[in-house]
């Protein structure tokens, strides 16, 4: 059954139903022919077949599209809409039709006899093992509903973490990325101009004037190089750091010491880390187990390490509470809730207010960031811009003060 329902496409039809009109749709099926005889059988005069290649309509499926899928489905299915309905009913509502598309591949799947977990381990891009692990769980022990919904609470608590993150981010880096624009500008157009109206004076120039007329004859002459070394660097940057994991260790490692963003991003490590396990040893997924989702969703190549590494000491029978610790990565705090969950065996409930905590802390982190952030690039811009401006100008007031002397 599994290998036949690998092996099917998805094909676009139209056709004419009992009364004349012209009907559309999408199937996945083996075949062409059996998509004609599918739809011979409800009644349907197919004037048309043909084979999907890919996502015919385009759309990018992101992670809040997922999460929103996953709560949506939870609720659904908390008010008893079975599960093939509650499929069609978010698939047909959703903007995405990405989205709308691997629903109606999933619904497929499951309606050829694969479990829902079996269904998502296909679009191992949309779902990971973590989301299939909690999926089957709950299969198995009839408890669906309610596993997803706290799923659904999992994947809308890390998204939150993420876009904290990103927000931290995405304001500092604009700016260096729009100074640097600047600053080319200047130098490219800008300054040459100057230049020949300063070369009509006849007279010294002062240094800082020579400095920047020599900073703009090399970006003059090498602006293609400089671009190209830039942008090179960039992706063979971001190339390498994606595929070795020497690299991801290192520049994790480093990320991890940065002066102000390394503590945002350790704190949103660890909460991602508390919430993950605190999810999965909630489902009843054994604690061994579980860990290897949780080393996958950490984020950081250090924790992920540092996760494995706890995994194997309690696989010889250690405690988790001693395994975290001989780490020296989880800090005491953490420890200390996670030794009080292990004693009174409500870990899952302890991991669960540690994620809560360490999710306040990047918020109130990243609140402060933007207000430290926002003077301090203040002051590198007035420097910057202001310095090329002087530069510029000291010639000028120079010509002035001798032609009133």
């Not at 949309?126 to 706290?150: H, K, M, P, S």
């Not at 706890?310 to 030794?339: C, D, K, Y």
Request: charged residues 20%.
């Amino acid at each position: 059954m599994a290998a036949s329902a690998s092996k099917q496409l998805t094909y676009n039809w139209e056709g004419k139903d009992k009364k004349g009109k012209v009907v559309k749709g999408e199937m996945r099926a083996n075949g062409e022919s059996f998509v004609k005889a599918t739809l011979r059988r409800q009644g349907i005069n197919v004037t048309k077949v043909k084979k999907q290649s890919g996502f015919a309509k385009k759309g990018k499926i992101t992670d809040k599209d997922i999460t929103l899928f996953t709560r949506q489905l939870a609720t659904m299915m908390k008010s008893g809409v079975p599960l093939l309905q509650a499929f069609d009913i978010v698939g047909k509502g959703h903007n995405n039709p990405a989205v709308a598309k691997l629903l109606g591949d999933i619904k497929a799947d499951v309606e050829t006899g694969s479990s829902l977990s079996g269904a998502f381990r296909k679009y191992p891009l949309y779902f990971d093992n973590l989301y299939c692990n909690l999926v089957g769980a709950g299969e198995q022990a009839g408890i669906l509903d309610t596993l997803l919904d706290r799923l659904a609470s999992y994947k809308e608590k890390i998204l939150a973490i993420k876009s904290k993150v990103k927000s931290a981010l995405i304001y500092p880096t604009s700016i260096v990325v729009v100074a640097f624009i600047i600053t080319a500008v200047i130098m490219i157009f800008v300054v040459p101009a100057f230049k020949e109206l300063f070369s009509s004076f006849g007279a010294d120039l002062p240094a800082p004037t020579l400095i920047v007329m020599g900073i703009s004859d090399f970006f003059v002459s090498y602006w293609w190089a400089i671009f190209s070394a830039i942008g090179g660097g960039i992706w063979f940057f971001m190339y390498t750091w994606k595929r070795s994991e020497k690299m991801q260790h290192t520049m994790d490692r480093l990320i991890l010491k940065l002066p102000i963003f390394g503590d945002v991003f350790r704190k949103s490590t660890l909460a991602r880390f508390a919430s993950t396990l605190s999810t999965m040893f909630a489902a009843g997924v054994p604690l061994v187990e579980a860990l290897d989702s949780v080393a996958g969703a950490s984020g950081n190549k250090v924790y992920h390490d540092a996760t494995k590494k706890v995994q194997s000491e309690i696989a010889t029978g250690t405690g988790l509470t001693v395994a975290m610790q001989n780490t020296e990565v989880f800090p005491n705090m953490m420890l200390q809730m996670t030794a009080i969950g292990e004693e009174s065996g409500a870990l899952d409930s302890m991991l669960n207010k540690v994620a809560d905590f360490y999710q306040g802390e990047v918020d109130d982190a990243v609140d402060g960031l933007s207000s430290l952030m926002e003077p301090v690039i203040m002051v590198v811009l007035g420097v910057l811009i202001g310095g090329l401006v002087v530069a510029l100008y000291l010639p000028i007031f120079k010509l002035g003060q001798v032609v009133g002397g």
